[in-house]
């Protein structure tokens, strides 16, 4: 078994009824998840819970029994609603106590702001029986450390911080990290490295790498699709990161060999950015044309870094008039979706004199669900064109449509060398 899989587990325990409501999103959890999977564990559950106060002991005492480190954001502020320290102290079956010192704390927080401490605070200075706090620098809401009992095996580690970010980012940095380091066993880290492709649909590539994704293998290797872009998320564990990263260099060397030009980046990298690189090694430049697309092909584009130097812009069309009034193209309606596409590259290339365009055409109905789309890229060397359907949600279409347009011109781009 891998020293990934036998990392302590963990679990982020989201609260409030804004979150489960769906009124505000939850950021919290991510960054806490990459907090702790950086320290060396191993984020299992992710539980978002209402300001209820059955849900809340339902929800951690399933925590405690199944994660070795809980961590809970939110329901620590002084209204009526806010039941994490009662929620705690039931859980684990104490009293909640006053602790005089937090009390005054809290209470000259509020003489230093000119103000009288409303009688309500006073709850923010309860705590279980048996906890410790966790100091707030910045607010009034103090957090909770509790070390919770397990029958037959070691005890688990529950910390409640503010749900206020600001506030939670600073307590975990100074009180919350030194305890989840002292917790581990040995010293061991653990990093990712992402790779990203287009030009295939996931089970294809999972078919390209039938034993790199192999389950139990070390580094392990996962597989998911994002706004139509395929992520390959490497994880290794070690001493160090140096160790990390040297262990994943195999795996890595594999899939940049067994997918070829199905990669264009890693990290953060959208092609993009890919494509921005590739104009700007070349020294060339691109304009766009689009319709379908609605824009979401230049609003890409101008987006990346790099972008000013090699991207001048472009045409965006709704209709056959505009279509004609804006790059000179009639008769629209006779033609195919990859000849208007072709079109409108070549016109839009003609009026900007750049090196490349890239341009989309309107979609033709194919039948009742799926319509198709035209892709024309025009360059030195002529046009070449593609021909997609559309057969999903619009906005998820369009974003699909404008990367399939990016990755022609970069796959053209990678053959001129």
């Keep these: 078994m891998s020293n990934f899989r036998k990392s302590l587990t963990g679990e982020v325990v989201a609260i409030g009824d804004e979150l489960t409501t769906g009124q ?47 961590v809970a954001t939110g329901g620590l502020g002084p209204t009526a609603d806010d039941l994490t320290r009662d929620a705690i102290a039931a859980t684990v079956d104490v009293q909640l106590a006053c602790d005089d010192a937090t009390l005054e704390y809290i209470r000259g927080l509020f003489e230093r702001r000119g103000r009288a401490m ?10 279980p029986e048996g906890s410790q706090q966790i100091f707030n620098p910045i607010g009034t809401a103090p957090g909770i450390r509790m070390q919770v009992e397990r029958p037959n095996r070691q005890p688990c580690q529950l910390f409640a911080l503010p749900g206020v970010p600001a506030e939670m980012f600073l307590m975990w940095e100074q009180s919350v990290v030194p305890a989840l380091v002292e917790m581990l066993p040995a010293s061991q880290v653990i990093r990712h490295r992402r790779i990203n492709c287009f030009g295939a649909g996931e089970s294809h590539i999972e078919e390209m790498l039938p034993d790199v994704i192999r389950r139990g293998r070390e580094p392990l290797v996962g597989i998911t699709a994002s706004g139509a872009t395929i992520k390959l998320r490497i994880t290794a564990s070690g001493h160090d990161e140096a160790a990390c990263f040297k262990a994943m260099e195999p795996t890595v060397r594999e899939i940049y060999q067994l997918l070829g030009e199905l990669v264009f980046g890693e990290e953060a990298d959208e092609l993009e950015h890919a494509v921005i690189r590739l104009l700007n090694q070349h020294q060339t430049t691109l304009a766009v044309a689009e319709w379908y697309t609605a824009g979401r092909l230049a609003e890409l584009l101008a ?3 790099g972008a000013h130097t090699c991207f001048v812009g472009g045409t965006v069309v709704q209709n056959a008039a505009s279509l004609e009034s804006l790059l000179s193209i009639g008769g629209s309606a006779d033609l195919t979706v990859t000849e208007v596409a072709s079109a409108m590259a070549e016109a839009v290339r003609r009026q900007t004199v750049t090196d490349f365009s890239l341009a989309v055409s309107g979609a033709a109905r194919v039948d009742d669900s799926t319509q198709s789309v035209g892709i024309a890229l025009a360059g030195t060397r002529g046009t070449q064109t593609k ?9 998820f279409d369009r974003l699909r449509t404008a990367k399939v347009a990016l990755n022609l011109l970069r796959l053209a781009m990678l053959k001129q060398g």
């Design 24 to 70: 505000r999103l939850d950021t919290n959890t991510r960054w806490l998840s990459e907090r702790l999977t950086e320290l060396g564990y191993r984020v299992m559950y992710h539980t978002t819970v209402a300001d209820d106060l059955a849900a809340n002991i339902a929800v951690l005492q399933t925590a405690i029994e199944r994660a070795d480190v809980v």
């Design 387 to 395: 021909k997609i359907s559309t057969f999903g949600d619009p906005e």
């Design 303 to 305: 987006a990346a870094d």
């Design 118 to 127: 409303p009688e309500r605070n006073v709850v923010q200075a309860m705590f």
